[in-house]
């Protein structure tokens, strides 16, 4: 099932935060984040895995809440270059029901002069 | 490295033509998917592969077929084509970690329109 995006759209101004929720009615194993520019192929931003690790982006961070399947991404003082449409992609464990990831709808994120 | 390769970049298709998408990777990924991306739409998974000689559905496999006869190449097999598969399609690939898949690298994508 599709993980759910909340906000859908959020607009900025340069160097101002933002918060992108990701959530599950499913038991999940990892959440990965991604970002997609217009025309272009999605870039990896971070996966967090069930019990703690997190791998990722420099300035980009995120949380993993196990017990309430939900991730959120945080975004601090944004620059232009952070514009585009976040995903979110969470997979199960088991089998090999890992390699289906499933994506959320997409959070578009514009940052303004 | 050229990373994930995708072909062809652009395609135009009748109702009721097949063809197949290629896609290759060079990174020795064990990993790889295909997806199909709509205008305003996230992502959905065809179809994945876990290894060589493993294939397995995603969201949205009907119509579609794959096979992995090596590490490299996963190609996408339209039968017979339908306006309704009109998209993008993007192939990525990944090498696996604890169980789960780590960084996908996505391929530049194709689109297919189909009339």
């Known amino acids: 099932q599709q993980p759910v995006q909340s906000p859908q759209a959020v607009i900025l101004r340069e160097g101002e935060d933002a918060v992108i929720n990701c959530s599950s009615s499913k038991a999940l194993y990892s959440v990965h984040w991604y970002r997609q520019k217009h025309g272009e192929a999605p870039v990896f931003l971070m996966i967090?895995?069930?019990?703690?690790e997190q791998k990722g982006h420099d300035k980009i961070s995120a949380s993993f809440n196990e017990k309430k399947q939900q991730s959120s991404l945080y975004l601090t003082a944004s620059q232009l270059s952070y514009s585009g449409t976040y995903f979110c992609g969470t997979s199960n464990a088991g089998g090999t029901s890992y390699g289906k990831l499933t994506f959320g709808q997409g959070t578009i994120l514009t940052v303004h002069p | 490295n050229a990373g994930v390769t995708q072909t062809p970049k652009f395609q135009v298709l009748k109702t009721g033509q097949s063809m197949t998408l290629q896609c290759a990777q060079d990174m020795n990924h064990e990993y790889m998917s295909w997806y199909r991306q709509d205008p305003g739409m996230g992502l959905r998974l065809i179809h994945y592969?876990?290894?060589?000689?493993?294939?397995d559905q995603g969201e949205v496999p009907n119509g579609y077929n794959v096979s992995r006869s090596t590490t490299e190449d996963f190609p996408l097999r339209l039968l017979s084509a339908a306006p309704s598969q009109t998209s993008v399609y993007f192939c990525a690939s990944s090498y696996g970690v604890q169980g789960g898949i780590y960084e996908q690298y996505f391929g530049p994508g194709t689109r297919l329109t189909v009339t």
């Open positions: 967090l895995l069930k019990g703690g």
């Open positions: 592969s876990v290894g060589a000689g493993i294939t």
